[in-house]
């Protein structure tokens, strides 16, 4: 039996630059700039993105680090990280 997956959706916020996002996911999941702009570019647009398909623990353990990421220092009134939630994979 296959172990059932999950996918991590990184939620849009005007809270946060573009080079905030390519950085996260850089430093999260070892994306490339490229792929990185691409999904800001997504997040930006339609308000989510899915950043990742695994196990459950896969995701929550890089939901963890997004949350755990920071404020966006180029946005003075930034206060936090960004939002990432885990769903179900259909």
Not at 66 to 87: L, Q
């Amino acid at each position: 039996m296959l172990d059932r997956r999950y996918h991590l959706v990184l939620l849009d916020d005007d809270d946060h630059s573009y080079g905030y996002v390519i950085e996260l996911l850089g430093r999260v999941f070892g994306y490339g700039v490229e792929k990185s702009y691409t999904l800001a570019c997504i997040v930006d647009a339609e308000g989510r993105v899915i950043v990742e398909t695994g196990s459950h623990d896969e995701v929550d353990r890089h939901q963890r680090a997004i949350h755990a990421f920071g404020p966006d220092p180029r946005i003075p009134h930034c206060k936090g990280s960004m939002s990432a939630v885990v769903e179900p994979a259909r």
